[in-house]
């Protein structure tokens, strides 16, 4: 779904362990500034029910009709908010079953690298992912970006449940998706901006 008028700015939702400060937030922030498109790249707790929460707050100071992106566990959340508001989305390897995904790391301990938050996975985490995952979305509202070679998540996995959405295969992309920055004019294009063609890139 292409917003019927320009999307009035974007929110970005990271992936499990990532942040505000990734090169993916970034490369959003950057393209959101050359367009002058307001932006939120919030750094999301651990806990899939705050981090909705936290998203969601942002919305109010986006506009009356933003787009989002999400990538990874940051797609899986982007999906609830534009369920929730009727928002148009742009998925980048989005986990589908993400409470499947955190299952084998129950009791695992780790530390986010752009916040230093220590943080054990409990099944807590589980029980929040189940109770959020949608049995189905509107397909229309997405666009979806999908490395072929992911090494994390099946990129079939997303490509039977968003079946019919507007879909982008890189081929032999992985989990990481370096290649973002090529793809940035579509993203923007969904939510009804013109980004040229290379004007934002990735930092070396």
Not at 19 to 42: D, F, I, N, Q, V
Not at 88 to 104: D, E, F, G, M, W
Not at 194 to 199: E, F, R, Y
Request: charged share 15%.
């Amino acid at each position: 779904m292409r917003s019927p008028m320009p999307a009035s700015g974007v929110l970005y939702l990271h992936g499990f362990n990532s942040g505000s400060a990734s090169p993916k937030a970034a490369l959003m922030r950057a393209a959101c500034e050359r367009l002058s498109l307001p932006y939120a790249t919030p750094q999301l707790p651990h806990r899939p029910d705050q981090a909705l929460a936290v998203a969601e707050a942002c919305l109010e100071a986006l506009g009356t009709a933003p787009m989002v992106v999400g990538s990874s566990m940051g797609g899986f959340l982007a999906t609830l908010v534009a369920e929730r508001h009727d928002l148009p989305a742009a998925l980048i390897n989005p986990a589908v079953t993400p409470a499947r995904l955190v299952t084998s790391w129950v009791g695992e301990t780790f530390v986010n690298p752009y916040s230093g938050e220590r943080f054990r996975i409990e099944e807590s985490h589980r029980w929040a992912l189940e109770a959020l995952t949608p049995e189905r979305v509107e397909p229309r509202r997405y666009l979806l970006l999908l490395g072929t070679a992911d090494e994390t998540l099946d990129p079939r996995d997303a490509w039977a449940f968003y079946r019919g959405a507007a879909s982008i295969l890189h081929p032999g992309g992985d989990h990481g998706f370096a290649a973002l920055a090529d793809y940035l004019p579509a993203i923007l294009a969904h939510g009804g901006h013109a980004l040229p063609v290379g004007a934002v890139a990735m930092q070396r």
